[in-house]
């Protein structure tokens, strides 16, 4: 029987004068419409949270790597609409999904985010669109998941639309990898779909990376971020260990970093934050434990990981000194953000960290000059301002997060007592108490203890 829709799937796709559509504006999403635009093509945005659309509406980038010239231009033009309304993707040629892939509280995927857009997509797909999903996820969620609910819809699948998988592999903050420029692992469900994705993906990404299925792709960037993940939970390890050997882990990484081959440095810190090396494993995981196996590295890791801010609890409170307990003592956290130069506290070890101290009785403050105000519990924390007297006032100050804008001298200079989670204050001697994380100060035998808890 001849079937129209199968017919015209081939020629819809029309990439000269090509329409793309992007679920979800956020981290992920925005950058990658940008880049979009950058080649050429034009751009409907779906978003449903309504403060973004209209911050995007109004040229307000919300997304620091993104600057309100280039947001406002691409607006203005009429290369980027920003809209809730799923009906405006029917004229698109491709519609990329890019929305949150959280844990749910017992630690488990949670895809609520793809079921939704597929449910509100499904109604307006048409014959020849591409559906491109790069919400990081477990292997099958294409194929499983996706698939199944946009067919429902009615349109099948490599027949009447095609159906891809890309993983994104944006790094928010880094200016040495622009996001055109990071090779981009394409991948269909079937051999059409993966030529239709290799096509456009081509037109905005300089290397395509094509392979073959949707459950390779969506395995590969969950091995990434384990290998992350892992390598990151050891090099912690490796610090506490350090610590207790009385060997400065920093000058021990410098010296293993000469080998050429076959050693990668990894930095120790306060935790792993953010919404992609702390939860994709636990997805890998979950996997695992549905196929009837387990994933120990993963388990040890993600322990390791959960349990750093304690560790930089039980130092700062043995830096304080026998006389002192941090019952009643002001600590001013330098930095809250997951990670360097950014503004995402998603996951962010100071999350904990600020909580951890709050419990012993601390009285917490915190200078970010990427976040204003954060939320612990019921109350808020707003941004302090870095002056002398706060540093010099602070019962112990302590750097969770290295931004390239932090005055550390002046740092190093004005505070009694500092801890340092980042080596930030790599070479410098301070006149007050310091210490790095890692740095090989001995631990007393009470703190040992604490440790253990
Ligand atoms: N942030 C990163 O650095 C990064 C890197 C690589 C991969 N990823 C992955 O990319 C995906 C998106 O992450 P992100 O950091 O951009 O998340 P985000 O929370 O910053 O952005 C997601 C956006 O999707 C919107 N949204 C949710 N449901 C929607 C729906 N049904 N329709 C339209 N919009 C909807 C949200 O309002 C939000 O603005 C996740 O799977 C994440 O694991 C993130």
Redesign the pocket.
Same mark, same amino acid.
């Given at each position: 029987m001849h079937d129209k829709h199968a017919v015209s799937a081939y020629d819809r796709y029309v990439y000269e004068a090509g329409k793309v559509g992007v679920?979800?504006?956020?981290?992920?999403?925005l950058p990658l419409a940008m880049a979009c635009i950058r080649s050429g093509l034009q751009v409907i945005g779906?978003? +449903? /949270?309504e403060r973004?659309l209209s911050l995007v509406k109004d040229g307000k980038s919300y997304i620091q790597d993104i600057s309100d010239e280039e947001l406002t231009a691409a607006v203005r033009s009429g290369q980027l609409a920003a809209t809730a309304d799923y009906s405006q993707l029917m004229d698109v040629n491709g519609i990329v999904i890019?929305?949150?892939?959280p844990l749910t509280e017992e630690h488990t995927p949670d895809v609520s985010?793809i079921t939704?857009?597929c449910v509100?997509l499904r109604d307006h797909l048409q014959p020849g669109q591409l559906v491109v999903v790069?919400?990081?996820t477990y292997p099958g969620t294409t194929r499983e998941l996706v698939q199944p609910l946009l067919e429902q819809g009615g349109l099948t699948a490599g027949v009447h639309f095609h159906l891809a998988y890309s993983p994104?592999? +944006? /790094?928010?903050g880094n200016h040495s990898h622009k996001l055109q420029d990071v090779p981009k692992i394409v991948s269909g469900v079937s051999s059409d779909c993966l030529t239709r994705v290799t096509e456009l993906y081509g037109r905005i990404f300089r290397h395509v990376v094509p392979v073959s299925s949707t459950d390779i792709a969506e395995a590969a960037k969950l091995l990434e971020n384990s290998f992350r993940l892992i390598n990151i939970s050891f090099i912690n390890e490796f610090a506490k260990l350090c610590d207790e050997l009385q060997l400065n882990i920093w000058e021990v990484i410098e010296a293993a970093s000469t080998k050429p081959y076959g050693f990668m440095p990894f930095q120790p810190g306060p935790g792993i934050g953010?919404?992609?090396i702390p939860v994709?494993p636990l997805y890998l995981q979950w996997s695992a434990r549905r196929s009837g196996t387990e994933s120990r590295f993963i388990e040890l890791s993600h322990h390791t990981n959960e349990t750093m801010p304690r560790y930089i609890v039980n130092r700062i409170a043995r830096l304080l000194g026998p006389d002192r307990t941090l019952s009643g003592a002001s600590i001013l956290l330098i930095g809250i953000a997951y990670k360097k130069n950014i503004a995402d506290m998603r996951e962010s070890s100071a999350l904990t960290l600020i909580r951890l101290l709050q419990q012993e009785g601390a009285d917490v403050s915190y200078y970010d000059p990427y976040v204003p105000s954060v939320r612990i519990g019921a109350s808020v924390l707003h941004s302090v301002e870095l002056t002398d007297e706060t540093l010099n006032g602070a019962g112990c100050v302590v750097i969770h997060t290295d931004h390239a804008c932090l005055p550390i001298e002046r740092i190093v200079e004005n505070a009694a007592v500092l801890y340092d989670a980042r080596n930030a204050t790599r070479g410098m001697k301070s006149a007050g108490r310091l210490e790095r994380l890692g740095g090989g100060t001995h631990t007393s035998r009470r703190s040992r203890q604490q440790v253990s808890e």
């Open positions: 679920i979800g504006l956020g981290y992920v999403g779906i978003e +449903i /949270d973004k890019c929305v949150p892939t985010f939704n857009t509100r790069e919400s990081t994104e592999r +944006i /790094d928010p953010g919404h992609c994709d």
